[in-house]
C-alpha cells in the first residue's frame, strides 16, 4: 500500500471512530475494538489502524488503560465538526505547542526589550480587546492576534514578528473555535482571556521578563484546556 493511500485510510478510521463518539455511539469509558478487529472492518493493516488511534489518543479522545484496552477517554463537543474537519482537530492542538514555545519566548524578550511606544502599542491592543468585552461584544479573534502581533514586535526580533503572521489564519481560527468548544459561558471565557493578557501586559510593562514568560505560558495551558478539557 502507497503511503498516500494508508495516509487516506488512516484519516477515514480516525474520522469513522470520532463521529461515532460525537454521536454517541460509544459512551467515555466505553471499549472500542481491536487493532485486529479494526483492521478487518477497514480492510486495511494494523499499522494504518495505529496511527489513527495515535491520533485520537493525542486529542485525549482515547485512552489505553491496563487491563480494560483502549477506551473512549472524553466526548468532544459535537460543534467541532461544524468548525472544522476532524481532521485539524490534532493540528489545532500541535499549533497551541508550537505557540507555547514561540509566544512565550516573544513576551520574555519583549520584557528584556520594551520601548516606550513599544508599550503604549501593547496597551492600545489591550484596550480594544477590552473594550469590546465591557461592551459584551465579545474579543474580536483579529484583536486577540493584534495584541500578540505587538509583543513579538515588542521583542524587537524580526523572526517572532515573521512566525507569528506565517500562522495568523491558525491563530484566529483557534481563537474563534474556542469560543465554541469551551464549557464556560461566553462572557467568563472572555474575562479569564482579557485578565490573562493583561497579566502578559503588566509584566512587560515592569520589565521582568520571567514573569512575562510565565503569565504567557499560563494563558496559553489554560487556552488550551479550556478548548480540549486537557
Known amino acids: 500500500m502507497n503511503e498516500r493511500k494508508a495516509a487516506g485510510l488512516a484519516d477515514r478510521i480516525y474520522s469513522d471512530i470520532l463521529n461515532r463518539i460525537v454521536e454517541g455511539e460509544f459512551k467515555e469509558g466505553d471499549r472500542l475494538l481491536t487493532e485486529h478487529a479494526l483492521a478487518e472492518r477497514f480492510a486495511t493493516s494494523r499499522p494504518t489502524v495505529r496511527e489513527a488511534l495515535a491520533r485520537l489518543r493525542a486529542d485525549g479522545i482515547i485512552v489505553t488503560r491496563r487491563g480494560s484496552g483502549t477506551v473512549v477517554g472524553r466526548r468532544p463537543d459535537p460543534d467541532a465538526r461544524r468548525f472544522a474537519p476532524v ?37 492600545l491592543a489591550w484596550n480594544r480587546m477590552a473594550s469590546s468585552v465591557e461592551a459584551q461584544k465579545g ?92
Open 139 to 230: 474579543i474580536d479573534a483579529h484583536d486577540d492576534f493584534a495584541f500578540r502581533l505587538a509583543v513579538a514586535r515588542t521583542s524587537r526580533n524580526p523572526f517572532f514578528v515573521t512566525m507569528l503572521s506565517f500562522i495568523e489564519e491558525q491563530i484566529i481560527f483557534s481563537s474563534n473555535l474556542s469560543q465554541t468548544l469551551s464549557p464556560l459561558n461566553a462572557l467568563k471565557r472572555q474575562r479569564l482571556t482579557q485578565q490573562e493578557l493583561l497579566e502578559v501586559l503588566e509584566a512587560i510593562e515592569a520589565r521582568d521578563r520571567e514573569k512575562a514568560a510565565a503569565a504567557m505560558d499560563a494563558h496559553l495551558r489554560n487556552a488550551l484546556e479550556r478548548m480540549f478539557g486537557v
Open 87 to 123: 481532521e485539524t482537530l490534532s493540528d489545532i492542538r500541535r499549533c497551541y505547542e508550537f505557540r507555547l514555545v514561540m509566544e512565550t519566548g516573544a513576551a520574555e524578550l519583549a520584557a528584556d526589550n520594551a520601548e516606550d511606544s513599544d508599550l503604549h502599542a501593547l496597551r
